[in-house]
């Protein structure tokens, strides 16, 4: 499948960050007892080289600014090249994740979404996990295959929220999938949209250590995008 080099515009929107992360400090805590925990997963293929960096900053830049809210904990998973993947252990400090991120490179290689899900699915079999966040561009897989995966981790309760750079029309096609079997959302971005992708990283975090009383209180008083992809969470 071809991988679109064309970055769409951003949504429009986007809230003052220091205003955002103020509604954040206020949003509620987690209340079903313990710590919320979010899977962050990223496609780290070739394609993506050109703006990892830059995304790898606005990535640590929101877990290094939510930390204050506590609560949270946060496993990173990849893939690239020839069939690797790796995920980190369950991680609450902020420093250590944007550590880990920043050290990962690209390497060029196939989508591995599918285990990405089983991934997912394995961990909440283990222990109740809130939410998956991925931040992709091409999908290079079967669709009815990883519509399977989606649908049993929708079954377990956890919501996918697909962030994807650039506008692949099959790409588009297959994360709306993903994101609507999970009950989850799904969006596009680029480096253009950089606060926009920041805050809406930011509101996947409120969902994941608040629930989604946490991220409607939140989307009310931030609006714009938020509201957009809090309307999608069912």
């Not at 990962?104 to 079999?125: D, M, N």
Request: with cysteine.
């Amino acid at each position: 499948m071809t991988r679109s080099k064309d970055p769409v515009p951003g949504p429009r929107g986007s809230k003052d960050l220091e205003a955002f992360l103020k509604k954040v400090a206020m949003t509620p805590a987690q209340v079903s007892g313990g710590r919320g925990r979010l899977m962050f997963a990223l496609d780290a293929t070739a394609s993506r080289e050109p703006t990892w960096d830059r995304a790898c900053q606005i990535q640590g830049e929101m877990f290094s600014e939510t930390a204050a809210l506590g609560g949270l904990e946060v496993q990173m998973a990849f893939y690239r090249g020839f069939g690797e993947f790796a995920a980190t252990p369950w991680i609450t400090n902020s420093a250590d994740l944007v550590r880990r991120m920043t050290g990962v490179r690209c390497l060029g290689g196939h989508t591995q979404i599918a285990r990405v899900l089983r991934h997912a699915i394995s961990e909440t079999k283990k222990q109740k996990v809130n939410a998956l966040v991925f931040v992709g561009d091409c999908i290079e897989e079967d669709i009815d295959d990883l519509c399977a995966f989606a649908g049993e981790l929708g079954m377990l309760g956890v919501p996918a929220f697909i962030f994807q750079e650039g506008d692949e029309i099959g790409a588009t096609r297959g994360f709306k999938q993903i994101a609507k079997l999970t009950k989850g959302a799904h969006c596009r971005f680029d480096l253009s949209s950089a606060r926009q992708l920041r805050d809406l990283l930011s509101a996947v975090a409120v969902y994941a250590a608040g629930g989604r009383k946490a991220l409607e209180t939140y989307s009310r008083k931030t609006g714009g995008d938020v509201r957009l992809l809090a309307q999608q969470v069912k």
